[in-house]
């Protein structure tokens, strides 16, 4: 037998339990699902390495401690070590991006905070003011940091001319600052050297854990902090080290410089100008050992000391080949070799 519905009779039938679904639906924003990010909290407070910008969201952030500029403001924690020197530090934030939503706010606040390590509100004190913006803002310690220590930074969301809901936005996080920089003062590839082309120079690294050393052209060796370097031209080298699980890279330059720079053409006419092989330099260095070739490999003119200048004597207009090295009480130069033509 076929049932059919009543009409007008009243039948008791249970509402569906709705709350998973306006969850579900207020957990989305613009798009952007409000999962609860892992540094919600102290204990899951992310690294910040100093110099190095990463990428941060607030969104869905649910705090066991409230966020000290604002309270309930959807806060996540970074934490940063001092350098062994301390000083004041700064965190800029910026690349602010907010979801269009009614009734959200669109700024983000930092603080930066001392603490125990025991991750309780008690335990944690400002060392700075609050700042905050829509774009970008830095905020900086009011005081020098103690050395070689933990701090801990805050960026939440602000709730400011009416909103009602804290800002939940991406952005970008950066730690910097005299007390924070660890290149140039706990970490140095050294200072950049000169050396005449040939010779050679030992880098001396500092303060890392490992060394790795790049271009590895011209060294001795690239995983050790204090190589010979005989790179045979300028050379820009980069050192790489890990502290505290963060990646530091630092450089140096070695110039390599030319002790003598022959100019590549003369003309021996007899009037006066330009008669002669100009080598600059090369009276610094009365051993040196000069040697000009011809095409066919001749030699065509040697000199130690060049005391007579070469002046292309019986030599017709052509290009012609030299080799100088360079003699001084340490010994003989790596040669110098190049070109240079007559011009009759």
Not at 131 to 154: C, E, G, I, N
Not at 268 to 275: A, K, L, V
Request: proline letters at 7%; glycine letters at 10%.
């Amino acid at each position: 037998m076929e049932h059919r519905p009543t009409f007008g009779a009243t039948r008791n039938v249970p509402m569906p339990d709705l709350r998973p679904v306006v969850t579900a639906l207020l957990l989305i924003v613009a798009g952007r699902l409000l999962a609860q990010p892992a540094n919600s909290d102290c204990s899951g407070a992310v690294d910040l390495c100093a110099q190095q910008a990463i990428a941060g969201d607030n969104t869905g952030a649910v705090n066991s401690i409230p966020a000290f500029c604002q309270p309930g403001g959807s806060a996540v924690w970074y934490s940063f070590t001092t350098n062994s020197v301390g000083g004041t530090v700064s965190v800029n934030v910026d690349g602010i991006d907010c979801p269009g939503v009614a009734g959200m706010d669109d700024e983000l606040s930092a603080v930066i905070l001392s603490g125990d390590g025991s991750c309780t509100a008690p335990s944690f004190q400002a060392v700075s003011v609050c700042a905050f913006d829509p774009v970008a803002f830095t905020v900086t310690t009011t005081q020098a940091l103690q050395p070689l220590r933990q701090y801990w930074v805050v960026v939440s969301g602000m709730r400011n001319n009416g909103a009602t809901i804290a800002a939940q936005c991406g952005f970008n996080v950066s730690v910097s600052g005299p007390g924070a920089d660890i290149v140039n003062v706990d970490f140095d590839a050294g200072p950049s050297v000169s050396i005449a082309a040939g010779a050679s120079t030992q880098l001396n690294a500092t303060g890392g854990t490992t060394y790795e050393w790049s271009p590895t052209s011209g060294l001795s060796g690239n995983t050790v902090a204090n190589p010979v370097a005989q790179p045979s031209e300028t050379t820009i080298y980069t050192v790489t080290t890990v502290i505290d699980g963060c990646t530091y890279v630092d450089a140096l330059t070695v110039d390599v410089k030319r002790l003598v720079d022959p100019v590549n053409t003369f003309t021996p006419n007899g009037d006066g100008i330009n008669d002669t092989w100009t080598i600059p330099g090369i009276r610094d260095y009365p051993q040196a050992d000069v040697s000009v070739y011809d095409r066919w490999g001749q030699r065509v003119y040697h000199s130690i000391g060049y005391r007579e200048p070469f002046d292309g004597a019986g030599l017709p207009t052509a290009t012609y080949y030299w080799h100088i090295q360079v003699n001084d009480i340490k010994g003989k130069s790596d040669p110098y070799t190049g070109y240079v033509t007559i011009i009759r």
